[in-house]
T-cell receptor, first 116, second 111 residues
Framework: DAGVIQSPRHEVTEMGQEVTLRCKPI?????LFWYRQTMMRGLELLIY????????DSGMPEDRFSAKMPNASFSTLKIQPSEPRDSAVYFC??????????????FGPGTRLLVL | RKEVEQDPGPFNVPEGATVAFNCTYS??????FFWYRQDCRKEPKLLMS???SGNEDGRFTAQLNRASQYISLLIRDSKLSDSATYLC????????????FGTGTRLQVTL
């Protein structure tokens, strides 16, 4: 089975440019999460969706960040304009708590973003 | 103060050693508890859930102390392949699908 798929795996861009990160969750999973990981702050939840609807975006740093989930198999995280402090690894994860409600999350391989 | 606190380590131990990690959480409404493992430059993966009565999975034992709000992970007979960062994770009542991660404890097992 394919796991969570993210693209691109690496992105190097210049300050001020728009960056779009993409995620395909595991088929059948109805929760999708976007995280950011840095050495200083660890793994931070940015936003999560349930059945394509944003539930909690309180972790989104500022208006430069936006996320969409147009359908059950695709989500994007956009940064516009990008800044050097946005450099991090961005992970997408999906889960399907099911009847037991145990929220095991399956992570994608991440996108390593470097903003110069 | 972070909601989930862990000693960042690194813990350097020889093969075969027993090592224990602790994690404290500040929100008394925390409901579910987990340990995730993250290898260098890889994504986090679920290692095991943590149950109130304590639970074992092979060489790994997890325990929960709700009164003191801490969680522990014990690894017996360490292997080189256990070298990784171990992330303590909690969820809260009413937001069962939202995980809060600690910053992780790095373990390095050496020959």
């Amino acid at each position: 089975d394919a796991g969570v798929i993210q693209s691109p795996r690496h992105e190097v861009t210049e300050m001020g440019q728009e960056v779009t990160l993409r995620c395909k969750p595991i088929s059948g999973h109805d929760y999708l999460f976007w995280y950011r990981q840095t050495m200083m702050r660890g793994l931070e939840l940015l936003i999560y969706f349930n059945n394509n609807v944003p539930i909690d975006d309180s972790g989104m740093p500022e208006d430069r960040f936006s996320a969409k989930m147009p359908n059950a198999s695709f989500s994007t995280l956009k940064i516009q304009p990008s800044e050097p402090r946005d450099s991090a690894v961005y992970f997408c994860a999906s889960s399907n708590p099911g009847l037991a409600g145990v929220p095991t999350q399956y992570f994608g391989p991440g996108t390593r973003l470097l903003v110069l | 103060r972070k909601e989930v606190e862990q000693d960042p380590g690194p813990f350097n131990v020889p093969e075969g050693a027993t090592v224990a990690f602790n994690c404290t959480y500040s929100n008394s409404a925390s409901q579910s508890f987990f340990w995730y493992r993250q290898d260098c430059r890889k994504e986090p993966k679920l290692l095991m859930s943590v149950y109130s009565s304590g639970n074992e999975d092979g060489r790994f034992t997890a325990q929960l102390n709700r009164a003191s709000q801490y969680i522990s992970l014990l690894i017996r007979d360490s292997k080189l392949s256990d070298s990784a960062t171990y992330l303590c994770v909690v969820t809260h009542t009413g937001t069962a699908s939202k995980l809060t991660f600690g910053t992780g404890t790095r373990l390095q097992v050496t020959l």
